[in-house]
């Protein structure tokens, strides 16, 4: 009985250390620095460097890989808030509906907003205009 036992914990040990060999360094990372719960988006974020590197994934947010690494450790103390928005319209594919654009990410909605007005191109006019009051703006 007691070397049944002892395989099978001998088993279990292993499946562990498989599982976690499956997990990347940045996912189990914010399990520590996060808690048992972090939000889903930081998990997606921590999933994309794992994939393809904390500099890749910086990139594709428009951020530096020192902002992803501060977010991941949970240490960031920029706006998070912007950042979770990148995160959740490219990684997790989230769109908002914009009045003059349609269907959009959310990334690309904190991009138009981020975009210098420009009198002289009509369609950031257009985009200036509707952009004081949809639901969707965010505050600099």
């Given at each position: 009985?007691?070397?049944?036992?002892?395989?099978?914990?001998?088993?279990?040990?292993?499946?562990?250390?498989?599982?976690?060999?499956?997990?990347?360094?940045?996912?189990?990372?914010?399990?520590?620095?996060w808690g048992a719960n972090p939000p889903a988006w930081i998990l997606a974020l921590a999933e994309e460097c794992d994939r393809t590197g904390q500099t890749k994934a910086a990139q594709r947010l428009g951020k530096s890989s020192?902002?992803?690494?501060?977010?991941?450790?949970?240490?960031?103390?920029?706006?998070?808030?912007?950042?979770?928005?990148?995160?959740?319209?490219?990684?997790?594919?989230?769109?908002?509906?914009?009045?003059?654009?349609?269907?959009?990410?959310?990334?690309?909605?904190?991009?138009h907003q981020a975009r210098k007005y420009s009198p002289t191109n009509p369609m950031r006019v257009k985009l200036r205009r509707a952009c004081r009051t949809c639901p969707n703006r965010r505050e600099p």
């Open positions: 009985m007691k070397a049944t036992l002892e395989n099978f914990v001998a088993r279990g040990m292993s499946a562990q250390k498989a599982v976690d060999g499956a997990t990347g360094q940045n996912v189990l990372m914010v399990r520590r620095k020192a902002v992803v690494n501060q977010a991941l450790q949970n240490k960031y103390t920029g706006r998070m808030d912007l950042l979770e928005e990148r995160v959740r319209g490219e990684f997790l594919r989230e769109t908002v509906a914009c009045p003059v654009l349609g269907s959009m990410s959310k990334r690309d909605c904190i991009d």
